[in-house]
Nanobody, 122 residues
Framework: QVQLVESGGGLVQPGGSLRLSCVFSGGIYSLFHVGWFRQAPGKKRETVAAITTDGTTNYADSVKGRFTISRDNAKSTAYLQMNSLKPEETAGYYC????????????????WGQGTQVTVSA
């Protein structure tokens, strides 16, 4: 069974940076598309960034030019580099993975991990 463990969150000042990590286990990582998602209290979960098995990336308009998603198949790990963070980006950040691109796009995963909290505040 696929398991994902997120880390790297914390408290950062507006304009600051964080790098999130997502370690994958339970499958052949290189066959899985990976996405980063976030959910703020009282709001719906939204897709932040995604990376396919061939390295194609896609970003929410709100983070383009500031966030970078990457993957290291040798380490079964995905990363999300977040720069110029804004207070409104305070949220729980989650990664997920699936072999289906449709699932990645829809965000309709069977389960979610614990996520990592990102708080952007002065």
């Amino acid at each position: 069974q696929v398991q994902l463990v997120e880390s790297g969150g914390g408290l950062v000042q507006p304009g600051g940076s964080l790098r999130l990590s997502c370690v994958f286990s339970g499958g052949i990582y290189s066959l899985f598309h990976v996405g980063w998602f976030r959910q703020a209290p009282g709001k719906k979960r939204e897709t932040v960034a995604a990376i396919t098995t061939d390295g194609t990336t896609n970003y929410a308009d709100s983070v383009k030019g500031r966030f970078t998603i990457s993957r290291d198949n040798a380490k079964s790990t995905a990363y999300l580099q977040m720069n110029s963070l804004k207070p409104e980006e305070t949220a729980g950040y989650y990664c997920n993975a699936d072999r289906s691109l449709l699932t990645l796009v829809s965000g309709d995963f069977e389960s979610w991990g614990q996520g990592t909290q990102v708080t952007v505040s002065a």
